[in-house]
């Protein structure tokens, strides 16, 4: 019987590559629980190569440890078929551990075609020394390779099925459980080699055209280590890249859930806002129409919110806001919904049982604001009044149950405030006007029924034009011309308004151009800010973009906000008025004198012009006070170095009055009357020749 011997050092490298594999199989199988799709066959297939060539690496190194007093050989073609059954059989095993469940009948089965797999792999590769005669196997130690083959199939199946998905310490268990399974499949090998008997006058018959292991152990070793270190790192890269994309997903869709936010939500109470609560409409409806009920739509609006704002400032305005928001949510139940979609307004979406039930919640929410709120140590008492509209019965849309619901709270604050009240027929009409008002507004916007009138200023002291103030006008196709005073608050509450002043600044520009290129070179065009466009954070680059479209010099254009509107957040309009001065556009505090002015604010606002308030102007010749309110507010203006404007001059006493003060400029019916842009100039130019004249 010959007796064969082992290099220490390759059955030590054989141990090191069965655990290696090992690893490798168990990273590859929680890299392919975690892919999708077609990536899953190509991780299996690249997975089984490399296992494949992991494990058969580890039973060749071990066969050319195993040396005999003879010239040992290895058969290609029976050694590549050994290659073959091995990644067959790892292909199986990453297959079996993948699926979503592992019975033990499953596990039971997976180990014995394993367990042959890698028991016919070693057998295989021994036949392929091709020994004469033939190998001679010891049953009880054949036996044993087989169990041990079956056993350790089974373990790592189990194993791998454990450890497929990402969990804390993942990597320490993987590493513990290779050295086990390392060990495993090196004990089979051991054995079936410990298990094979060569009889005395035996030769290898590959010995002489087979491989042998001149240089092919280490070059086994090499594409073995290769081939497992490729795969290795390719699965913890792409890992790692996984995690990163999934990170990046969870960036991404916290940016969408944070835009969603802002989107839907006041940025002020975090409450639902107007796009949020008509989709909330809309869903009650849809509920209401599907499965019956009813419910009330609660317009609320602050009484006494703009003497506090006014009085103790902007901030503290929208601090009381946050409280009354608070205080109401508190209130909610889970079906409602609380919008903010105004200054001091909120929208209560409330689903009823009954439409009666709509009188106790109506009252609790006047009650709830009645009480006195805490604010910065100061009490603060406000009220409100409460307009309700209840569906079905008081709409067909979201609209118009809004407009029906703001009707009814207008009645109840001309009924006094601090209450609520219904919304009925009587109130209908004036309603249904708003809403048809509100459509043929939105028709204007697309159809550009809308056009400016042009009221001329002049210099007081030699009476020459000087400029023109640019006036909205709405040519209705059905209700003929009208004046601002009937649709610019419906834009603003509506958003409108943003689209209309970015148009009337753009057709105010134009004009001034053309009147530019005629020659009049020192006019200056005003156009009038509402409060929601002075807080819009693109009116710096709607100006910018209006002077620079038109080719007018910055300096020809005069914005007008009011003396409300600038003082109400005093630092936020010191940042804007800014911006617009250092572009060299002109700004004038319009009806000064009306507000709740701070001098110290006042004189830090980079104004150019005062605009004297019209009521002061109507009955300074009657009245002594507002003859000293005038003086005093032209006084004023000297002593800050800006410009005068009296505006609603009618009368020659008033206009002498206003000059002999020191007033820069002038306007009004006396002087000229709103004109189309023709006309205007037409007019103008008479003017000027009278006064050559």
């Not at 059955?11 to 168990?26: E, G, K, P, R």
């Not at 495993?184 to 079936?192: D, L, R």
């Not at 008509?278 to 739509?297: E, N, P």
């Not at 006042?602 to 003859?627: C, M, Q, T, W, Y």
Request: some cysteine; glycine content about 8%.
């Amino acid at each position: 019987m010959l007796t064969g011997t082992y290099s220490p050092t390759l059955v030590f490298i054989s141990l090191c590559v069965a655990i290696l594999a090992s690893y490798t199989a168990l990273d590859l199988s929680g890299r392919i629980a975690t892919a999708q799709g077609r990536a899953v066959h190509l991780w299996t297939l690249g997975g089984a190569l490399a296992m494949g060539v992991g494990v058969w690496s580890m039973h060749f190194i071990g066969m050319l440890a195993f040396q005999l007093p003879i010239d040992l050989g290895y058969d290609i073609s029976i050694t590549a078929l050994s290659l073959l059954i091995a990644v067959l059989s790892c292909g199986f095993a990453l297959w079996l551990v993948n699926q979503s469940t592992l019975g033990a009948w499953q596990l039971g089965i997976g180990a014995l075609i394993m367990g042959a797999g890698i028991s016919a792999m070693h057998y295989t590769g021994m036949a392929a020394m091709r020994m004469q005669p033939g190998i001679d196997y010891d049953p009880s130690l054949f036996v044993a390779s087989l169990l041990i083959a079956v056993g350790a199939s089974a373990a790592a199946l189990w194993i791998a099925f454990r450890l497929r998905r990402h969990t804390p310490y993942v990597g320490l268990f993987r590493a513990g459980a290779a050295v086990v399974m390392g060990f495993a499949i090196v004990g089979m090998h051991y054995t079936g080699m410990a298990a094979a008997r060569f009889a005395d006058g035996s030769f290898c018959g590959a010995a002489a055209n087979g491989l042998n292991g001149n240089g092919l152990d280490g070059l086994v070793l090499i594409t073995t280590l290769a081939v497992l270190s490729i795969a290795l790192l390719t699965s913890i890269l792409d890992a790692r890249l996984e995690a990163r994309t999934a990170d990046l997903a969870d960036s991404l869709t916290q940016a969408n859930r944070e835009l969603t936010q802002l989107a839907l939500h006041d940025t002020l109470t975090g409450l639902p806002n107007r796009m949020l609560l008509a989709d909330r409409i809309d869903q009650a409806m849809s509920v209401v129409l599907d499965q019956g009920g009813c419910f009330a739509l609660m317009f609320i609006d602050l009484d006494g919110f703009k003497p506090v704002n006014d009085a103790f400032g902007h901030h503290m305005g929208d601090q009381l806001l946050r409280e009354v928001a608070l205080r109401l949510r508190e209130d909610l139940r889970s079906p409602d919904t609380l919008a903010r979609i105004g200054g001091d307004e909120f929208v209560l979406l409330v689903q009823l049982a009954e439409p009666d039930d709509a009188l106790r919640v109506a009252a609790r929410q006047v009650a709830l604001i009645g009480r006195s709120f805490r604010v910065a140590e100061h009490e603060l008492q406000i009220s409100a009044s409460l307009g309700i509209a209840l569906f079905p019965g008081n709409g067909l849309t979201a609209d118009e149950l809004l407009m029906n619901a703001d009707a009814a709270m207008y009645h109840a604050k001309g009924a006094g405030k601090n209450g609520y009240s219904f919304f009925d027929a009587s109130m209908n009409s004036n309603a249904r006007k708003q809403l048809l008002l509100l459509q043929d507004l939105r028709t204007a916007l697309v159809e550009q029924q809308f056009s400016l009138y042009y009221q001329p200023k002049f210099d007081a002291s030699n009476g020459r034009p000087v400029g023109a103030e640019a006036l909205l006008r709405w040519e209705h196709p059905t209700q003929g011309l009208l004046l601002p005073d009937k649709f610019i608050d419906l834009a603003e509450k509506t958003g409108l308004i943003i689209p209309i002043g970015d148009w009337v600044l753009n057709e105010a520009c134009r004009q001034m151009r053309e009147w530019y290129v005629l020659g009049y070179t020192e006019w200056r065009i005003a156009v009038n800010l509402s409060a929601l466009q002075f807080c819009h954070a693109g009116l710096v680059e709607s100006v910018a973009k209006a002077l620079a479209t038109h080719h007018l010099p910055a300096n020809s254009l005069t914005l007008e906000i009011t003396e409300t509107t600038a003082m109400s957040d005093a630092d936020a309009s010191m940042t804007v008025l800014q911006k617009l001065s250092e572009m060299g556009v002109d700004l004038s505090i319009d009806d000064f004198g009306t507000g709740y002015s701070s001098l110290m604010y006042l004189k830090r606002l980079p104004a150019n012009e005062l605009k004297i308030d019209r009521g002061f102007v109507r009955d300074l010749e009657h009245d002594s006070d507002d003859a000293a309110i005038v003086s005093a507010i032209v006084a004023l203006g000297q002593a800050l170095g800006l410009r005068i404007v009296a505006e609603g001059v009618e009368t020659d006493v008033q206009q002498t009055f206003l000059t002999k003060l020191g007033c820069d400029s002038l306007q009004g019916y006396l002087l000229g009357h709103p004109l189309p842009a023709e006309r205007f100039l037409r007019d103008i130019r008479l003017a000027e020749q009278s006064v050559v004249d």
